[in-house]
């Protein structure tokens, strides 16, 4: 995996609802390198929920061993002076299957067991689609699979501005639904 370094941190821009929590007017986003896999790994989740984000080691690995290292962008979601979240955002060849064409994908997305509850998910699905905003402008879509089962994840991005497609991909650990954000120029 190659250092991704050439990104600023991207600042949350305007969410579409008000959010609660000591820093969320701190929160940023960091580029993640190999070098960042210990710091991963202590975003500790539920077990369940570790499931249905992937374990940072697999994830990593499968960053390193990637055949597009440049269109797959991991990013820890960050609180002054601690990381509190991770995801990745896919785009081109490294999106799945299940995409429509020209959208990013957000993936492995994980908030620390100590900070959910506190809006810290919805400010960082709003930090990935500002990211895209400001790094891609010609991409208009952010989409994701949700497993059916985690009810708690699926509310978290309805509650974005995702919208579910009615699209179910067979995922190995079960049913996904398609979730999708209609991203928009901000001009001005």
């Known amino acids: ?65 990637s055949r ?14 601690r990381r509190i979240g991770f995801f990745i955002l896919r785009e081109k060849q490294a999106a799945p299957d299940w995409a429509l064409d020209g959208a990013f994908t957000l993936h492995s997305f994980r908030i620390c067991r100590a900070c959910q509850g506190k809006g810290y998910g919805r400010a960082g699905a709003a930090l990935a689609i500002s990211w895209v905003r400001q790094n891609r402008p010609d991409v208009r879509q952010l989409m994701l699979a949700v497993n059916e089962r985690n009810g708690l994840a699926k509310s978290v991005y309805l509650n974005s501005g995702f919208v579910d497609t009615g699209e179910i991909f067979r995922g190995p650990i079960g049913d996904q639904h398609i979730l999708s954000f209609q991203i928009y120029r901000h001009d001005g």
């Open 1 to 65: 995996m190659k250092s991704r370094t050439k990104y600023d941190g991207v600042a949350l821009q305007k969410p579409q609802a008000p959010l609660t929590g000591a820093y969320l007017n701190e929160i940023s986003l960091r580029p993640v390198t190999v070098a960042d896999r210990g710091a991963i790994k202590k975003l500790v989740l539920d077990p369940e929920q570790e499931l249905f984000a992937g374990s940072v080691d697999a994830i990593f690995n499968d960053l390193q061993n």
């Open 68 to 81: 597009y290292p440049d269109m797959e962008h991991p990013f820890a979601i960050v609180v002054p002076k």
